[in-house]
């Protein structure tokens, strides 16, 4: 089993930062790609951004320019630094993490969720 355990939500006025982190523990062998995906009041989940083993990161065109996620390799953590939140970013964060596990088989697993609520 892979856990993710997430934390860093909150609520804030619009401008103002959030960073969210995400810790991998479990039979982890290696981990490829660890992102960011969110939900808001009647939307689908969407990839916010992820960042892959090698460092190469992919960005919803929505948050290019304010949010920055980073890795922790070693302590297998995963970063979301939010700037210049919008109210439109108010959404469930959950973090995702692929990789392989420490026996055999690959993971995709999911964390619980963290709310982020940005005021007007």
């Known amino acids: 089993q892979v856990q993710l355990v997430e934390s860093g939500g909150g609520l804030v006025q619009a401008g103002e930062s959030l960073r969210l982190s995400c810790a991998a523990s479990?039979?982890?062998?290696?981990?490829?790609?660890m992102g960011w995906y969110r939900q808001g009041p009647g939307r689908q989940r969407e990839l916010v951004a992820e960042m892959a083993d090698g460092g190469t990161t992919n960005y919803a065109d929505s948050v290019k320019g304010r949010f920055t996620i980073s890795r922790d390799n070693g302590k297998n953590i995963v970063y979301l630094e939010m700037n210049n939140l919008r109210p439109d970013d108010t959404a469930v964060y959950y973090c995702?993490?692929?990789?392989?596990?420490?026996?055999?088989?690959?993971?995709?697993?999911w964390g619980q969720g963290t709310q982020v609520t940005v005021s007007s």
């Open positions: 995702n993490a692929r990789g392989l596990r420490t026996l055999s088989g690959l993971f995709n697993s």
């Open positions: 479990g039979s982890i062998r290696r981990i490829d790609d």
